[in-house]
């Protein structure tokens, strides 16, 4: 078993060949994954693969990225989906200094926003973080964010950092960077980040894993991910693949 915890299935990249993709995902033993959405269509497209697919669940939120674009409309839109039973996190929120399309202090108020709103709804937080660690780890604090807890998606800080926000009741999750060669980070966080904290995704269609890099990333390639974590933590597949699926149940209370 395998839980692909953050996934893009909504994205265009899939409009061609869906099925196929999650037919190929079962093949290689992943038996649930998160589709995430984090704007107006992604988030419609979430909702209905989440309602079409048993083992499809949805995230919904706003992406820091088009922070400037979100109105009062759509948190409160956000906030009305919190509530259906295949909605079990709220994101992926947080900040992303690479691109600057939306200011900081509007990406900041968007993110604090979002905390408050997971807080009230009770459910946990899926953070997207890009270049942007200290304001992150302080806006969490800021905030209280450990009393939702939730996870640190595709994490690409330091072990020192991903400790800091275990201490937060945030799950690490490790992406298709950790299998690449020269990725020193991403392996020091799966050595030194005990088991019970971890958790793998894709974030598909990108970040493909190793040997894929470069091509469109799918839910099926999370088992390298595994395998590697495994390597690396000198455990076997089975032990990554069980621990991680029963860390991603209890992060986002499913049975
Ligand atoms: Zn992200
Ligand atoms: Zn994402």
Redesign the pocket.
Known sequence: MLFDT?AHLNAEQFNEDLEEVISRAQEAGVTNMVVVGFDQPTITRAMELAESYEFIYACVGW?PVDAIDMTEEDLKWIEELAAHPKVVAIG?MGLDYHWDKSPKDIQKDVFRRQIRLAKKVKLPIVI?NREATQDIVEILKEEGAAEVGGIM??FSGSAETAKECVNMNFYISLGGPVTFKNAKKPKEVAAEIPLDKLLIET?CPYLAPHPFRGKRNEPSYVKLVAEQIAEIKGLTYEEVAEATTQNAKKCFAIN
Do not use: K, M, Q, T
Request: charged share 30%.
């Open positions: 953050h992406h992926e997207h998606h595709c974030d």
